[in-house]
Nanobody
Framework: VQLVESGGGLVQPGESLTLSCAAS????????VRWYRQTAGKERELLST?????DSMDYLESGFTVSKNEAKNTVFLRIKSLKPEDTAVYYC?????????WGQGTQVTVSS
């Protein structure tokens, strides 16, 4: 069982980025998925929760969009208009009443 985040990297302020969270060894069907981020010295911050019954959600205030592709067993986090303060390690978390899985994180650095 594994969750693997990818898509991070160095981006310039104002650009957009899509992060992926791919599951292996289990299916996202029946799991809720959360995205978090964490910067050094700070607590992990919850960004989004998408329930198992929902395919996508837009967070208008933050500029995040979360979507699922069940055929690819992957959940995506799209971040628009990135700012330097969005620099962090981004994690996905899949959970239900029985299981709780975490990925290893992907680094996003926003800098000119």
């Amino acid at each position: 069982v594994q969750l693997v985040e990818s898509g991070g990297g160095l981006v310039q302020p104002g650009e957009s980025l899509t992060l992926s969270c791919a599951a292996s060894g289990f299916s996202f069907i029946g799991y809720n998925v959360r995205w978090y981020r964490q910067t050094a010295g700070k607590e992990r911050e919850l960004l989004s929760t998408i329930l198992s019954s929902i395919d996508s959600m837009d967070y208008l205030e933050s500029g995040f969009t979360v979507s699922k592709n069940e055929a690819k067993n992957t959940v995506f986090l799209r971040i628009k208009s990135l700012k330097p303060e969005d620099t962090a390690v981004y994690y996905c978390n899949a959970y239900n009443d029985e299981h709780n899985y975490w990925g290893q994180g992907t680094q996003v650095t926003v800098s000119s």
